[in-house]
């Protein structure tokens, strides 16, 4: 009888931990400074997928924050209300079909894609790699070159760094990112592939900085990884690369503080 309660309180503990990961949850705490985005807006509108909310919601309003036209895909039944608050205009098509990027890309005058895309879900069928794909193609045959891509730490050569409960309960995820960071990598395209651990609410800290160093694993904030995602969009030298977006303050989910 002792060894199935084991098993069991194990489990709850299992549980508890990977509630904690993906639901967001986090202390109330002050906060640091958030440092200014670079000020660059090029020509031609950014396309944001997945800017309807979370992580690319965030990303939508600093782009409009400095000016920048912004395009938002949107599903037939998303809400769009919080993006085109800001300014942003509403491409309706789903990600999934091929047809609705070239439609969206025919209109002329994207010159980025940033693409957060991805499922609350764990179960079920993905759009991160298919998705991503389709709007790779797009882009490719559009002449759009510049596509910075949210991954995730666990995909490609970052699965070592992945906690153990992310690599039990995301087994699904991290194949469909990593397929979407090689094809897009073998694409041609001027790339950025950032890979946020942990993601989690709140307003940005600002302490959260890009890395090569595919060991670096923590749980950051939606806003930072916003403030970021930015950031690589203007920077040239972001191109070609793989980065860990990484908070060293926060290298375990125990490590975050409470106030
Ligand atoms: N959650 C985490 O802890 C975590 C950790 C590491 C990495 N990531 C990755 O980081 C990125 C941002 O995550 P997040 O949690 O901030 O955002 P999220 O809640 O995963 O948002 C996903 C976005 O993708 C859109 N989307 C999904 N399927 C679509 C489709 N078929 N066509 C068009 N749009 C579609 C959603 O639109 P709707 O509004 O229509 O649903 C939503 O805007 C994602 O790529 C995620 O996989 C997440």
New binding site residues.
Partial sequence: MRYPKTKMFLGLIAAAILWI??S?IEPDRADAGLAPVSTQPGNGAVLV??????????IVKLLRARGDDVIV???P???TADAESTGARIAR?????PG?FAAIFAGGGIRAVV??????SLEGP???FE?NRNAIDAAKAAGVSRYV??????AGDSWDTAPWVAQQFLKN?FPE?TRAEDYLRASGLAYTII??????EKEAQGRVYLTPDTGAMSWIR?AD?ARLSVQALDDPDAIGQVYHAHDPDRTRFWSIPLN
């Fill in positions: 990961v993906v967001g997928i997945g800017g309807t909310r979370a992580t690319g919601l965030e895909l949107a599903r039944d998303s809400k098509g789903d990600a999934m079909n609705d693409s957060t895309l991805g499922a609350r993905r759009p991160d998705g891509l949210v991954s995730v730490i666990g995820l990112k890979r946020p651990g942990g993601l989690l939606r990884l």
